[in-house]
């Protein structure tokens, strides 16, 4: 089983469609989250940190279930803007120490049509 | 805030030449940052974690002899590509870590060797 597991996609949407991405991870210890985004060539940019009580910022809400070790990633109104590959992300170690590696996901892929 | 620069952005050498790629974060020290291998379509793959004034840490299977990686500064690291062959063609991206274990990217190298 891979440690972060993501649906590859592509995701087709139409402009303005709500869109939803899914994530489980497989290391009960991990401690931090995080959604990436990262477009064709070029490096993934963090897009938000992902906390227990889940957090939104702006059109994104993303969501965090410990007990199914689940995360997910809610795009609202999608703009053209945001067709990118959305990557999951994990601490692996599962404490907040400096030097705690990162564990990506395959990312999915989203494509927003006019 | 959290700039991460990365020097140079491509690189086209010849096969058994090494290759250095300069990784800067900007405005901010890290004590920790990460080199990153990216192959066409597949997910981000940790090579080592290079701490400020020790030894870098290598994956499992990455050549250290190979892979020179040098945290001189708290602001710059750097990976040498040594003696490169046409299979470490890839895209190698830096990071550098932030307070709260979220890593920001630098652009990345795109490293041909022909």
């Known amino acids: 089983r891979k440690e972060v597991e993501q649906d590859p996609g592509p995701f087709n949407v139409p402009e303005g469609a709500t869109v939803a991405f899914n994530c489980t991870y497989s290391?009960?210890?991990?401690?931090?989250f995080f959604w990436y985004r990262q477009d064709c060539r070029k490096e993934p940019k963090l897009l938000m940190s992902?906390?227990?009580s889940g957090n939104e910022d702006g059109r994104f809400t993303a969501q965090l279930n410990r007990a199914s070790q689940y995360i997910s990633l809610l795009i609202r109104d999608s703009k053209l803007s945001d067709s990118a590959t959305y990557l999951c992300?994990?601490?692996?170690?599962?404490?907040?120490?400096?030097?705690?590696?990162?564990?990506f996901g395959t990312g999915t892929r989203l494509a927003v049509r006019p | 805030g959290a700039v991460v620069s990365q020097h140079p952005s491509r690189v086209i050498c010849k096969s058994g030449t090494s290759v250095k790629i300069e990784c800067r974060s900007l405005?901010?020290?890290?004590?920790?940052m990460f080199w990153y291998r990216q192959f066409p379509k597949q997910s981000l793959m940790l090579m080592a974690t290079?701490?400020?004034?020790?030894?870098?840490?290598?994956e499992q299977g990455v050549e250290k002899d190979k892979f020179l990686i040098n945290h001189a500064s708290l602001t710059l690291s750097t990976l040498t590509v040594t003696s490169a062959h046409p299979e470490d063609s890839s895209f190698y991206i830096c990071?550098?870590?932030?307070?709260?274990?979220?890593?920001?990217f630098g652009p990345g190298t795109r490293l041909t060797v022909l």
């Open positions: 405005d901010f020290q890290a004590t920790t």
């Open positions: 290079s701490n400020e004034g020790s030894k870098a840490t290598y």
């Open positions: 290391n009960s210890a991990s401690q931090s």
């Open positions: 992300v994990v601490n692996e170690v599962g404490k907040k120490s400096s030097g705690d590696k990162l564990t």
């Open positions: 992902v906390y227990s």
């Open positions: 990071s550098a870590e932030g307070t709260y274990n979220e890593q920001f």
